[in-house]
């Protein structure tokens, strides 16, 4: 699957999941490690996890798995590295500190997808 394809269903899968604020950040020719940076944020750690494991489920049947996962034992930054797409997802109270929108505000933002009326609507 190609990089931006690859943002955007993990994008439409953790906006299925209620994510709020949810950033695509082109960061290809700019970082060495990733195409796409995605962040987001849920409002509690419970939902830190439901937004994470949706993420992941909803990928598995894509048949794309993570390289990395880090921070779930806490759910208030979890990183998901998916190689040329790295995912973050904050408890809301932790997202302004790290403020990693702020390291790539020069960078092209990708529209945000909607999420699927059939699973928003559960």
Request: hydrophobic share 40%.
């Amino acid at each position: 699957m190609e990089p931006k394809q690859l943002a955007l269903e993990i994008a439409r899968a953790a906006m299925d999941k209620h994510a709020e604020a949810l950033e695509i950040i082109n960061v290809t020719g700019k970082s060495s490690y990733a195409d796409f940076i995605i962040i987001c944020s849920g409002r509690s750690t419970r939902q830190v996890e439901a937004i994470v494991d949706g993420v992941q489920r909803e990928l598995r049947h894509l048949k794309v798995h993570p390289l990395g996962l880090e921070g779930r034992q806490h759910c208030q930054w979890v990183l998901v590295d998916f190689g040329d797409v790295v995912f973050h997802v904050f408890e809301d109270t932790k997202r302004g500190f790290y403020d990693l929108e702020g390291l790539w505000i020069d960078a092209e933002r990708l529209p945000v997808p909607s999420p699927d009326p059939v699973t928003f609507a559960k």
